[in-house]
């Protein structure tokens, strides 16, 4: 799981502001996700992508967006329309989808 | 769709004993199934996963244990050490469309207690 980074480590966003979480891997894997974790609970799946150029819609999609233009990256910008950001991003990848997922080591947003 | 209990939420033992935590999920076609450790502020790590088509696994002083049936499966730490304090994951895998979604628990908070 060292070969995933995430940037930055903290991020603050405005009312009203996008901001883009960045995920980069160099484990050569197919598939890469975003989950969201909120304090107390388990990890959300936002959006998750099989292959470079294609992604779906995980369980809490709204608000935010994806693009796999390259395999090594996986970036999601969170929007304006989510009204409730704040929390901890995790970014991970895998093989291929039915195999072991490995974590980023998150993006903490904060909205000021 | 698939969902994943997680209990006990908090888990408190003292040094050199075991701990148990139990999950249980709802897709009878689940055949993954991951334990996910997570310290504070840092990222979950995977510490042992078990497949349908076993019903034990050990690594050292982790064992998972799978039953089927019952549709449940729990992870099991000996000796335990003040460093297993963290929260503990577990996830169910099924297949969906070609895609294999982890649905996680909520998560059990061990202290283990020196």
């Known amino acids: 799981d060292g070969g995933i980074t995430q940037s930055p480590k903290y991020l603050f966003r405005k009312e009203g502001q996008n901001v883009t979480l960045s995920c980069e891997q160099n484990?050569?894997?197919?598939?890469m996700y975003w989950y969201r974790q909120d304090p107390g609970q388990g990890l959300r799946l936002i959006y998750y992508?099989?292959?470079?150029?294609?992604?779906q819609k995980g369980d809490i999609a709204e608000g935010y967006s994806v693009s796999r233009e390259k395999k090594e990256s996986f970036p999601l910008t969170v929007t304006s329309a989510q009204k409730n950001p704040t929390a901890f991003y995790l970014c991970?990848?895998?093989?291929?989808?039915?195999?072991?997922?490995?974590f980023g080591p998150g993006t903490r947003l904060l909205v000021l | 769709g698939e969902n994943v209990e997680q209990h006990p939420s908090t888990l408190s033992v003292q040094e050199g004993d075991s701990a148990v935590i139990k999950c249980t999920y709802s897709?009878?076609?689940?055949?993954?199934f991951p334990w996910y450790k997570q310290e504070l502020g840092k990222r979950p790590q995977l510490i042992i996963d078990?497949?349908?088509?076993?019903g034990e696994k050990k690594d050292q002083r982790i064992a998972v244990t799978l039953n089927k049936t019952a549709k449940h499966f729990s992870l099991h730490i000996t000796e335990t050490q003040p460093e297993d304090s963290a929260v503990y994951f577990c996830?169910?895998?099924?297949?969906?469309?070609?895609?294999?979604?982890?649905?996680f628990g909520t998560g059990t908070r061990l202290l283990v207690s020196p």
């Open positions: 991970a990848s895998s093989i291929v989808s039915w195999e072991t997922q490995y």
């Open positions: 484990l050569n894997h197919d598939a």
């Open positions: 992508s099989q292959i470079v150029n294609d992604f």
């Open positions: 897709d009878s076609a689940s055949n993954y």
């Open positions: 078990i497949r349908s088509n076993v």
């Open positions: 996830a169910a895998s099924s297949p969906n469309t070609g895609f294999q979604k982890l649905v």
